[in-house]
């Protein structure tokens, strides 16, 4: 690649860009990255892995309350926020290093600054100027909040991950991931939460038993749940911040965490210089190599608005420096993505909801158990779990899987492969379940609760 600085530059090292850099770089690539803030990105410095740390803290309230009924006495316990943070702050340096060295082993060359696309080949980095033959944005996303009046008092979950102190009372905006994992985080480890949400239950475009469920969850777990609300303003008020609300109710709480949503990270890229199509949202176009519609760059990840989850930026890289780099035809396909949602207990999902499926596949089986976890029986802890199968009528293929519960992330993540690979109710029907679990739900439902079509 005679000419270019670099065969491929990568402009943005978390998941998706450092996945892609040391792949291509593996290929035998002569490989660049840089980076604004800290190598390791949303996923990573402020987002999955810290919120995950949160979720266990925030988990051992309720465990020892439960002890007592398997006949525990736990003396009195304390919980102190600035450990938690240092602890995770420490944790999150540890990464960020194993970041760091991925890319030193495979020979990559980080740049730690801002890239800003010059033109099609031409990266500007500060005073320097690079150039590449092929260049991936992979910049990521930013959190989002609406313009109301005094909306810069709120915080986001970028700054959430650092507060000084726990909040007493906190308002939580949104009814998406972020909102419903917060919500249970600071309520778990002692905050009054109000989480306050424009539609009637939580996580739009979620099957509808999960939401229903889900938001049941919350309110047993104690958060104050407002519904069908939108806070029209924030303003100080003593030592706290006063929320008011267009169903005519306020609330004073000390934080107000906004949740509403993230947008791509495009802000004087130079993408316009470049020539690059970008959607008025900022979402940059790709087809299914990850190819924008400038023939040497590529965008991969949160930037492009797929699919926005840490793993699937992972797929989206490696599969773009294969096909790049290595002469590999590996298109992406984003069909039956499984996921999550840590909030408490927490929602594991792949395929279909019932809604979707209907709109989507047509005639259905629907097969649901809705019970109260094993491990409550003795605690006494009003909690439910749902399990719940999707089931294409006709070829008999689940096509929607949906668990809440404690572990559902972890049982979802091993029944994704079945369902990914298409088996039926009866390749289902004729696994033998693990007793005594939650999961073994899911191959011993045996009648649908509801048929449609
Ligand atoms: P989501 O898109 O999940 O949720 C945004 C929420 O904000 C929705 O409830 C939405 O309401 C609401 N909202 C949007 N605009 C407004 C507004 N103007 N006023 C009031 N409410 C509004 O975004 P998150 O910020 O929670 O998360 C961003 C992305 O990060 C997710 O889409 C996900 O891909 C990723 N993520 C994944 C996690 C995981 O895998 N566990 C964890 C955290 C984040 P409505 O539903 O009515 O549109």
Known sequence: MEGYDFDLFVIGAGSGGVRA??????????????EESRVGGTCVIRGCVPKKLLVYASHFA???????????????????WPDLI???DKEIDRLNSVYLSLLDNTGVTLYETRGVLQDRHTIRLGEETVTAKTILIAVGGRPWKPEIPGIDLAIT???AFHLEY???RVAVIGGGFIACEFAGIFKGLGSEVTQIYRGDALLRGFDGDVRRVVSEGQVRKGIKLVLEANVTGLTKSGDGLQLT????DSLEVDEVLYATGRVPNVRNLGLREAGVEVKASGQIVVDRYSCTNVENIFAVGDVTNRVNLTPVATYEGH?????EFAGMNRPVNHEYVPSAVFCQPPVGTVGYSEEDALHHIGP?????????PMKHTLSGRDEKALMKLVVAKESQKVVGLHVVGPDAPEIVQGFAVAVKSGLTKERFDCTIGIHPTAAEELVTMRSPVRSHG
Do not use: M, Q
Request: proline share 3%; charged share 30%; aromatic share 10%.
């Open 21 to 34: 850099a040391r792949i291509a770089a593996g290929h035998g690539a002569r490989v660049g990255i840089c």
């Open 62 to 80: 309720e465990d020892l309350e439960d002890a007592a009924g398997y006949g525990w006495e736990i003396g009195p316990s304390t919980f102190s």
């Open 86 to 88: 240092r602890a995770k």
């Open 157 to 159: 979950s970028d700054e």
């Open 166 to 168: 726990l909040p007493k």
């Open 245 to 248: 609300l267009d169903n005519g």
């Open 319 to 323: 599969s773009f420096a294969d096909t």
């Open 364 to 372: 259905l089986d629907v097969y649901v158990s809705e019970f109260r």
